[in-house]
């Protein structure tokens, strides 16, 4: 120490230091910022939330590996874009509409035979305009017929859409006495099918339209929001003053009237409407939304997911078709790519994985009942 200056005398042991404010404490804890390898470890966790926070993530994760599949067998498919997108806009329209219903935890198995139907109704007038207006007022028909049996009746969702599956395909049949009905106005028809703007066909452009509206109704509206309460505790909606009925007559209406708006696209770009076509998109619709996240319990999912979805499923199948797979083999694929997203969801793994700990229990449990206990013998010194 400099000479002449006075040393500053030590602390004492005992006296405590002054408590410092909370805000110098707050300052001084670093909340936000963090260096090496916590930085790291903190975006992967939040990473993980937000993912853990999603329903998209089977779908994205399907879509890459259909990418990858099909870049390696059957890169054709990008080259051959606008069939690609076409069956991705059929399979998509479907899908979109029977979203609104599954997150009310409901189904609608009638979707097909709905678009079906209104195709031949659409197929039986000269005016297209007023062919498009009835296959779009026969959807809002059989929407408030599936609703009237669900909600005034009782019948479960699922038995009474399947009954009507078949009655529509059954008036399918009957107007149109099994026959295709070619359109009176071919040109329009084949004008129909002809790209607007670079690949984009009307039918895309009216997918894409149709994803908008939904996505902005399920996300922004307060009676869209009120889809998902339904879905996720009916009971509960009810008591907060939520119209549930209203809600459900408003899903299976939207469902079958977009329904019925894709079978009369698909009949103009036929340029007839086939009583036996649409087998395969009920399938590959139910696919597309289950693939995309939403969950078939209700309450759970995203418009976004089924885009995703669909345009995994959409691209497998043309890229299946390009490879030479029969039709009825692409079932197959559908089906087990259905059945892998079933058993890939979290709540299906957190079952099973509760039921194996379970199990492991009991073995453990009764392995240790059986050891035998050592015997002590009392003349033993």
């Known amino acids: 120490m400099a000479a002449g200056r006075h040393r500053i005398p030590?602390?004492?042991?005992?006296?405590?230091?002054?408590?410092?404010?909370e805000s110098e404490q707050d300052m001084s804890t670093s909340h936000g910022v963090t260096f090496g390898d916590d930085s790291v470890g903190t975006r992967a966790d939040q990473l993980r939330r937000t993912l853990g926070r999603r329903t998209e993530g089977r779908g994205v994760a399907l879509l890459a590996v259909v990418l990858v599949v099909v870049v390696i067998l059957e890169p054709l498919v990008f080259s051959a874009y606008p069939v690609t997108l076409s069956r991705i806009a059929l399979v998509g329209l479907v899908a979109l509409g029977l979203t609104v219903v599954i997150l009310m935890g409901e189904l609608d198995l009638s979707v097909?035979?709905?678009?079906?139907?209104?195709?031949?109704?659409?197929?039986?007038?000269?005016n297209i305009a007023v062919g498009v207006l009835l296959a779009l007022l026969v959807g809002v028909a059989v929407g408030l017929v599936n609703a009237f049996f669900v909600i005034k009746v009782g019948i479960n969702s699922f038995i009474a859409t399947l009954g009507m599956l078949f009655v529509l395909r059954g008036l399918a049949i009957v107007v149109s006495n099994s026959e295709p009905i070619p359109l009176e106005n071919i040109s329009f028809a084949i004008s129909f099918g002809l790209p607007i703007v670079g690949p984009l066909t009307p039918r895309i452009v009216i997918f894409i339209l149709v994803f908008l509206v939904?996505?902005?109704f399920l996300t922004r509206v307060r009676a869209g929001r009120e889809f998902y309460a339904v879905g996720g505790n009916r009971q509960a909606a009810r008591d907060a003053g939520i119209p549930v009925d209203r809600r459900l007559v408003t899903g299976f209406v939207v469902c079958s009237v977009i329904a019925a708006g894709a079978g009369a696209i698909n009949t103009l770009e036929r340029t007839a409407a086939d009583p036996t076509s649409g087998s395969t998109v009920l399938l590959a619709s139910f696919a597309a939304a289950i693939i995309g996240g939403v969950a078939l319990t209700g309450g759970r999912g995203s418009i976004l997911g089924t885009l995703i979805g669909a345009i995994s499923l959409g691209t497998l199948e043309v890229g299946l078709t390009l490879t030479g797979v029969q039709v009825d083999i692409q079932q197959i694929f559908i089906g087990g790519v259905l059945l892998l997203a079933v058993m890939t969801d979290p709540a299906s793994l957190r079952a099973a994985s509760f039921s194996l700990r379970t199990s492991l229990r009991g073995l453990r449990g009764r392995s240790t009942d059986r050891e035998p206990t050592p015997s002590h013998d009392a003349t033993a010194p």
Do not use: E, F, I, K
């Open 214 to 216: 939904l996505h902005l």
């Open 112 to 126: 097909a035979s709905t678009a079906v139907l209104a195709g031949v109704v659409m197929a039986q007038t000269d």
């Open 10 to 21: 030590d602390r004492p042991r005992g006296v405590r230091r002054r408590p410092r404010p």
